[in-house]
């Protein structure tokens, strides 16, 4: 049998990191076991859901490169007639019923079985009702009153329910909308899910879940329930740890691949290996290794992730997520060098693709002003001397290129008597703005003949003025 995974959001709100890592195990999973994985958009909170959540979820999964293998996902609301359907068939099959309770009545139910001290829950007394009241109705869904239902969950290992404590699920309301809880059943079926792999919020539905598939007769999936992410200090996730949609990763710029690297460590590990290909992950997941206790977020070990991949990864595929990154802090890419070039003299040094691009800002832009405190330790009499003199040496230069530039800039150094610092670090305020670059040869063949030329000479006026 084929393996079907799914990864089935609600649109109530942005992709957040736990979904992402859910998503992602999800879909290499199936991919290890040359399956599909699917997306569903669970939208039966019609109230809280809205187009910008689904727009969130769609942009999130596209930049993680996490592509369902159908053509379009599957809406749930656009699936209400055959939800509608199932739950005649088990009104039919006497496997649901009608049930008129009013809300006072469940009201007065609960407060008797608190009073009690019993656990509350419905307590069946529409099960076997002969009149049909003219008033409002929901159907439940039949739950078996005797035995267990067993989860044999992938990653907690067996988890035992007894069915005397999982009251009638409501599958349709009142106004003939189908709940939650149905719809997943459904879809799961008729999607042919062979593995649901979920955060483990949803553990308490899935013995109610297993109970109306073997009521439909369906194979039941096998289930694996993912612990929570929490913060560095063990609190569950929240803004006040950091960023927590996925899209806003990309704004403080991380790659995707990275955030995904991350992401599959944690509560997985293969050894002691830290970074992974996708192809890597896809090799080495098992499910059955995901730690049952939550894990914990750290901000810090994602930067290292992230700059560790900036070293590593392929130019071509940083390139377009650069760009990105220029066009949105007002940079065009087109007046300057080669990106490829920039990434390749600028990522040992950067940790993000936000600090890339502002560090990299001078190679497309006019220098404006210079940064104060690197102007004044940098820019002296004796620096505006050095700078002019290296400018005339560059410009006699016939081959514009690192190596010819770092003999002149060498050369100087020896004929002033001075150390290269001395040289290079007013040559950095001068033609970046500021005393960070790459190294001086390469920065000033990136900028070219011309820039480089015109910034020295205006360093040296703004020095003397």
């Known amino acids: 049998m084929s393996v079907v995974t799914r990864f089935a959001p609600s649109p109530t709100g942005y992709l957040h990191i736990g979904g992402a890592r859910t998503a992602l195990f999800s879909y290499l999973y199936a991919k290890k076991h040359a399956g599909r994985f ?244 896809i090799q080495h997941f098992d499910i059955s290794k995901v730690q049952k206790s939550p894990a914990r977020f750290d901000m810090e070990k994602l930067v290292w992730v992230n700059h560790e991949y900036l070293k590593r990864a392929d130019i071509a595929v940083i390139e377009p997520e650069f760009r990105w990154h220029l066009e949105r802090i007002g940079v065009d890419p087109a007046r300057g060098p080669a990106l490829a070039d920039v990434i390749a003299a600028q990522r040992e040094r950067c940790k993000t693709l936000i600090e890339m691009s502002e560090k990299s800002r001078f190679f497309f832009e006019d220098v404006k002003t210079y940064n104060d405190k690197d102007a004044a330790k940098h820019f002296t009499p004796a620096a505006a001397e050095l700078l002019a003199a290296l400018g005339a040496d560059l410009a006699a230069l016939t081959d514009w290129q690192a190596q010819p530039i770092h003999n002149a800039v060498h050369a100087l150094a020896e004929k002033k008597a001075v150390g290269l610092g001395q040289v290079a670090q007013p040559i950095r305020v001068a033609v970046a703005g500021m005393a960070i670059s790459p190294p001086i040869d390469q920065t000033l063949a990136l900028l070219g003949r011309e820039r480089s030329l015109a910034r020295l000479k205006a360093a040296v006026a703004h020095i003397q003025k």
């Open 38 to 281: 699917l997306l569903r958009i669970e939208d039966t909170d019609r109230e809280r859901s809205t187009e910008e959540a689904v727009k969130a979820i769609f942009d999130g999964m596209a930049w993680l490169g996490l592509d369902s293998d159908q053509d379009q996902p599957i809406f749930q609301t656009q699936r209400f007639g055959r939800y509608r359907e199932v739950a005649q068939q088990l009104l039919k099959e006497g496997k649901a019923y009608r049930c008129y309770c009013t809300k006072q009545e469940l009201d007065d139910m609960r407060a008797g079985q608190m009073a009690r001290k019993e656990k509350p829950r419905y307590d069946g007394r529409c099960r076997h009702r002969q009149d049909a009241p003219n008033q409002p109705s929901v159907i439940r869904f039949k739950n078996p009153e005797d035995g267990a239902t067993v989860v044999n969950d992938l990653i907690k290992g067996d988890i035992i329910f007894k069915n005397a404590e999982l009251d009638d699920l409501i599958i349709v309301r009142s106004d003939d909308t189908p709940t939650y809880n149905f719809c997943v059943v459904v879809d799961d079926w008729e999607m042919g899910v062979t593995h649901v792999i979920r955060g483990d919020d949803h553990v308490n539905n899935t013995p109610r879940q297993i109970n109306i598939l073997k009521a439909l007769g369906a194979q039941l999936p096998q289930y694996g329930h993912v612990p929570m992410i929490l913060g560095a200090d063990g609190v569950k996730l929240s803004k006040r740890h950091g960023a927590v949609s996925v899209i806003e990763y990309r704004a403080l710029g991380f790659m995707p691949e990275a955030v995904l690297n991350y992401l599959v460590r944690l509560g997985w590990s293969h050894g002691d290996q830290e970074l992974f290909t996708r192809e890597e992950m």
